[in-house]
């Protein structure tokens, strides 16, 4: 009898194959681990990190998996092998991600990112401004990489060959050119769009929005820090508190239990249920407040002669709802008094201080902060462009791939405001760039 035709022999063939299944299985999967640990715990070694995590990634992980990798693959294998040969079309597969680091869905990067050049207008911002955003935003790199993961991500920018180290060397050589030009008192280099192209990988920015598939062009909102009137007790006007968490209590938690509607109903409050652990900072309008919560930091100017910037500090842990109206958010914001408008940061004394005309809110996690943009500004007769830095964000922007959020200025009204931003466009052609 042939061997292989023997009952027992295939029984022991097939426990043997399954043993070393799986024994392939899990060593991929412990290794898959190991790159991943390696990767958060030395930020430093970043490109040798991602090559670990890349060569030793399982490839029967599925779409549902939270560290889903960037996955390459030829978009013409159902062609005769020529045909892929002489295309060479590859669509390399991003994975995007939401705030809680959970898998949203896939896209294909060619069509996000591509090859650019700047057009011949000039680049207009404030020298001093823009060095001020770059230099806090180069500082928190360097001060709180540790602390906070998600800056060491690379995001999307990962399909492009593009580390960390390089978004650092581009902060690191735009922060020396405009020390150099503003210190010989002339128009910095970096207003030049031919400097930009000779000295910069300038890449286009195409709007990936899985719910408006036709978008093409950058969505380009705008925030503001509002002045606001308000008083330091509350008042038959200004009866809408705006809340800080007291610093020996944050670690209790409490406050995530709570939605907007619960805080405002009274629980922090004489008589609530949670009167005392929490401190009131002013008290708005319920207007003042909706516009502090939306966008994040506010001047109040008090009745008692006094003014003060307060900045979001933490929220209640519950999720930004896209496209429901601001009162009925359940999401939460406690503040706390800050000495400027504050940015992005991982907790409030950490949070970058931000200008108004060069600084963006977007995408830190898919798009990354400290990222330079270019917008294209085609409204009016003299086209020119702007440039600014991803150095904020929101609940809006993770994920996002389609829009950014830009810090217009300091305003007294929504009037004065709406008369600005109307100058700027609401749709626009977008660059990234980074250091050759």
Do not use: C
């Not at 009898?1 to 412990?30: D, R």
């Not at 619960?262 to 401190?279: A, M, N, Q, R, T």
């Not at 003014?307 to 842990?317: I, S």
């Amino acid at each position: 009898m042939n061997i292989f035709l023997n009952p027992k022999f295939q029984i022991t063939l097939g426990i043997t194959t399954l043993l070393f299944i799986n024994i392939g299985s899990y060593h991929a999967y412990q290794n898959y681990q190991t790159a991943q640990n390696t990767r958060v715990k030395n930020p430093e070694n970043i490109q040798e990190n991602i090559e670990n995590i890349f060569s030793t990634v399982p490839t029967n992980l599925t779409e549902n998996s939270i560290n889903k990798p960037v996955i390459t693959a030829v978009a013409t294998t159902s062609q005769p092998k020529d045909k892929q040969d002489k295309n060479n079309q590859k669509t390399t597969l991003y994975s995007v991600i939401n705030e809680w680091q959970e898998y949203k869905y896939s896209v294909n990067s060619n069509q996000v990112l591509t090859p650019g050049k700047l057009p011949n207008n000039p680049i207009n911002f404030n020298q001093q401004d823009l060095l001020t955003v770059l230099t806090n935003t180069r500082k928190y790199f360097a001060e709180h990489s540790q602390e906070d993961p998600d800056v060491q991500r690379i995001g999307i920018l990962i399909t492009q060959g593009i580390t960390v180290k390089d978004i650092l060397k581009t902060l690191d050589f735009m922060i020396v050119v405009l020390q150099e030009d503003i210190g010989n008192n002339r128009v910095t280099r970096l207003q030049d769009p031919q400097f930009i192209n000779n000295n910069f990988r300038v890449i286009k920015w195409s709007a990936h929005n899985p719910e408006n598939p036709q978008q093409q062009k950058l969505r380009i909102t705008k925030y503001a820090a509002f002045i606001h009137p308000g008083s330091r007790t509350k008042t038959a006007k200004f009866n809408t508190p705006i809340y800080a968490l007291k610093d020996e209590l944050k670690q209790e938690k409490f406050y995530t239990k709570y939605t907007k509607q619960d805080v405002l109903s009274g629980i922090y409050e004489p008589g609530g249920k949670e009167f005392g652990k929490v401190k009131p900072i002013a008290y708005l309008t319920r207007n003042g407040l909706e516009a502090a919560l939306m966008q994040g930091t506010v001047l109040v100017k008090f009745t008692d002669g006094t003014q003060e910037f307060l900045n979001v500090d933490k929220n209640n842990g519950m999720s930004y709802i896209k496209g429901l109206k601001p009162t009925d958010q359940k999401r939460y914001w406690y503040f706390k008094e800050v000495d400027s408008i504050k940015g992005y940061g991982h907790k409030i004394d950490a949070k970058i201080s931000i200008k108004p005309g060069v600084t963006f809110a977007g995408d830190v996690l898919n798009i990354g902060l400290g990222r330079i943009i270019v917008i294209e500004d085609n409204q009016g007769k003299n086209k020119q462009l702007k440039m600014g830095v991803i150095a904020d964000t929101g609940g809006a922007f993770l994920p996002n791939l389609y829009q950014l959020d830009f810090l217009a200025g300091t305003f007294a009204s929504t009037r004065e405001f709406n008369r600005y931003i109307q100058k700027l466009p609401e749709y626009t052609n977008a660059y990234i760039l980074v250091k050759n």
